[in-house]
């Protein structure tokens, strides 16, 4: 799609039909006009009446052949820079050992336990989408392209920590903030950015939010396949019975930590679709959706440890330690999240129902204009019955009843035999 796009929740002067409850792609005639908020003098000045040609003066269309190659060169530069993302993405998910971890049968069932509080939190997500439902093609595309692009932060945040680890824990912190952080949250985003983003159903800004989710979930489901399955594979246990447990805690730990991942890149998400219906904003609309999702994140990796040791000193247990303090961190950036897609349906159903009102407001003028033009018509028929003929002294209505009685006869016989001729039996139609 191109930049000239408005969101439905802002689109309060356009009226037309919906589309499974999302008003039509209207665009005020002004903000389509200036497009991304820049036009050119010439094109400014020629007034809409004009018939003026500016292609290559200051517009630009496709029309000639070199046009037609430019657009075709164009498309197979971005189709094949996508490809070559996902290509590489593909050679990492083999070489750091993903794929095996997925394909592992044991491993594969802890991982989608694992993923199960992610995957409830993003369908809630979806679910809270009061516009049009998201298609499941893009759905598990972006899912599976955030699984692909996760394998970059996995080799970027390995080269990167050592010089960090050196200092200790202000060295982590240090490296959660710089980097781990912001690489994360980067890469959820091009799942994003990579299918869903330049899709022709992408068309809300709340749609930023559904996909972001969805990345978070596909990162998380592969993130969680790596810790499984370098625990469970690397234990060197004599028991069955305590290789289980072990697997059955490390399951639970990461289930703890799935949901975040949504949460995180569903903010990113939701300001990216900001961006995409603000173009002439788009760049720092896109770095505040990250600076806040990596923030988030950053602050979760840092205290999640201070956490749940101030719950272990309370008298928890490790894991209801973990979990209490995950729940009350998630829980609060979750509702924070959640006021917002909030606020966007609120406003949603608004505009909605306001332009359901414009609609019955301007039939109901219609109507109106009918029944004034019917009640027009009928005074004047009954101010001509007033009018006697000056000659007969009888008024136009009363010579048309008299003319009717003379001629009922063969009148009747007319329409009788109309009736029978046509077939219509007007007892039954009574």
Sequence with gaps: ????????????????????????????????????????????????????????????????????????????????????????????????????????????????????????????????????SEPPSLLFGTFLLSVVTATFAAVLNGLAQPPFAEFGFLGLVVFFFVFVGPVEETVKLLAVRLYAYSDDRFRAVIDGAVYGAMAGLGFAFIENALYIERQVMGATLGSGLALVELGAGITLTRALAGPGHVIYSAFAGYYLGLAKFNPENRGPIVVKGLVIAALIHATYNSTVGLGTAAFTALGLPQLGASFAYILLYDGFFAALLLRKIRRYRRLYRSVDAASGSETNVATGSRTADRTSAGNSMSDRADASDTRFDQTTGTSPSAERRLTEEVRGDDTTSVGETSDASSGVNTEDDL
Excluded: C, K
Aim: hydrophobic share 40%.
């Design 1 to 132: 799609m191109g930049g000239d796009q408005t969101d439905p929740a802002e689109t309060t002067h356009s009226v037309g039909v919906t589309d499974g409850g999302r008003p039509t792609d209207e665009t005020d005639p002004v903000e389509a006009s200036t497009g991304d908020g820049e036009t050119d003098p010439v094109e400014a000045s020629t007034g809409d009446g004009e018939t003026v040609d500016l292609y290559e003066v200051s517009t630009w269309e496709e029309r000639s052949r070199l046009d037609g190659f430019a657009v075709a060169l164009y498309r197979l530069i971005t189709a094949t820079a996508r490809g070559a993302v996902v290509l590489v993405g593909l050679v990492l998910l083999f070489g750091i050992g993903a794929f095996s971890a997925v394909t592992n049968p044991a491993v594969g069932v802890l991982t989608a336990l694992s993923a199960l509080p992610a995957l409830g939190l993003a369908a809630y997500v979806y679910l809270s989408d009061v516009t049009a």
